[in-house]
Structure formats: structure tokens, C-alpha cells
């Protein structure tokens, strides 16, 4: 019997290679990172901040907010994950979570999220204030959107 491949060649393409490489060397540092914050952890306090931010950032939201950003501080939290979809701000809003994020001892991440989530305008400047950015496939992360001005009410 005859073989089309060359001995040691993979019938995978080497984009998809080196894909699942870097996907699997991905997993494997969050594994490690992980385990060993789980090994670090202390039992009476906790571990990771997560705040929801969902819909437009107004005053209310940005309060919420800023207090969490305080009280993970105050309370020596490890991390702080700001989960974003937000189509922006009204008024001062991001300002102020901004203002927070760059005051804050505790690292915080911005995690644009889940797939088909915004962080746009106010939103986009939270996420660019925040130690570190991450975004779920298919998100739209930037200074501004564009609109269906076809939709827009007359």
C-alpha cells in the first residue's frame, strides 16, 4: 500500500497546529496559575472579585462598582474581574470607575463577555483602565460602534 504523506508530516495544516499549541499551552498556564492560587488561598477570605457590568455604566452601576473595587482592597482580595457588556456611559459613570480601577492595590481584569458582548465608548475606557484585558470570541471591544441608522426611530 502506498501513503500520499511523508513520513513525519501531519495531515493538519501548521496554522491548526500551532493553534491547538497555543491553546493547549494556555490551558496549561491556568492550570498552574490556578492551582497554585488555590494552594496560596486563604480560607476565610476570598479569592477572586466578580462584577457584572450590564448595560449602560450610569452612576448607580458605577457606584456598585467602585465599592466593590474598595472593599476587595480593604479586604485584600487577590483580583478583581470586571465581566463587561456595556454599550457605554452615562454622565461621570466610567470616570469614576476608572478613577477606582487606577487607585486599586488589587489587580483588576476586564473580561469582555460572554460571546456577542460590547465594551464600547464609557465601557472601552473601563477596559483599557483594568491591568488586564481578555475578550470571549465574537465580542466588540473599542472606542465606538457603528449604528444602523436604517433602524434608528425617526
Known amino acids: 500500500m502506498v501513503s500520499s504523506r511523508v513520513r513525519g508530516q501531519s495531515a ?20 498552574v496559575l490556578m492551582t497554585a492560587s488555590l494552594a496560596l488561598a486563604d480560607a476565610d477570605g476570598p479569592l477572586v472579585e466578580v462584577v457584572e457590568v450590564d448595560g449602560v455604566i ?8 467602585v ?3 474598595e472593599r476587595a482592597n480593604a479586604a485584600g482580595a487577590e483580583v478583581v ?8 456611559a ?7 470607575v476608572v478613577d477606582a480601577i487606577e487607585a486599586s492595590t488589587v489587580p483588576v481584569v476586564a473580561w ?15 477596559a483599557q483602565a483594568a491591568h488586564l484585558v481578555g475578550a470571549a470570541p465574537g465580542t466588540l ?5 457603528t449604528l444602523d441608522l436604517a433602524a434608528a426611530p425617526d
Open 12 to 31: 493538519m495544516p501548521a496554522h491548526r497546529r500551532r493553534r491547538r499549541a497555543l491553546a493547549a499551552l494556555c490551558l496549561l498556564t491556568g492550570l
Open 58 to 65: 450610569d452612576r448607580t452601576l458605577a457606584g456598585y462598582v
Open 67 to 69: 465599592d466593590v473595587l
Open 81 to 88: 474581574v470586571l465581566e463587561l457588556d456595556t454599550p457605554g
Open 90 to 96: 452615562l454622565g461621570p459613570g466610567a470616570s469614576a
Open 112 to 126: 469582555v463577555g460572554p460571546p456577542g458582548a460590547w465594551a464600547v465608548g464609557g465601557g472601552f475606557a473601563v
Open 141 to 145: 471591544l473599542g472606542a465606538a460602534a
